[in-house]
Nanobody, 127 residues
Framework: VQLQASGGGLVQAGGSLRLSCAASGSTFSTFSTYTMGWFRQAPGKEREFVVRINWSGGRVSYADSVKGRFTISRDNVKKTVYLQMNSLQPEDTAVHYC??????????????????WGQGTLVTVSS
């Protein structure tokens, strides 16, 4: 069971990054049934919800802090979820994690409800 996040890096304020999260392993042979989410954790802070996308991609929910700037999408054939991040700000600096919830219709923003987690990728936004 593996979720591999990538795409983080250092960017100036106002810049963009695209994160990817690739699923592999027997558990994710049914990747299309999982709700996928992105969370982030800044130094000294709790892990916070960023966005989630349901199994089909037809239903997404964003944290207020990223609405209008971030876009989540998924490719169930490639078993990958993406996070396009535009207009990045220093407050977006954090380790970003992808996570999977085996509830296809999950409406949860709580980390505890997501069963599988990637290793995280660091996003650093300089001012």
């Amino acid at each position: 069971v593996q979720l591999q996040a990538s795409g983080g890096g250092l960017v100036q304020a106002g810049g963009s990054l695209r994160l990817s999260c690739a699923a592999s392993g027997s558990t994710f042979s049914t990747f299309s049934t999982y709700t996928m989410g992105w969370f982030r954790q800044a130094p000294g802070k709790e892990r916070e919800f960023v966005v989630r996308i349901n199994w089909s991609g037809g239903r997404v929910s964003y944290a207020d802090s990223v609405k209008g700037r971030f876009t989540i999408s998924r490719d169930n054939v490639k078993k990958t979820v993406y996070l396009q991040m535009n207009s990045l700000q220093p407050e977006d600096t954090a380790v970003h994690y992808c996570a999977a919830d085996n509830d296809s219709y999950s409406s949860s923003s709580r980390p505890m409800d997501y069963e599988y987690w990637g290793q995280g990728t660091l996003v650093t936004v300089s001012s």
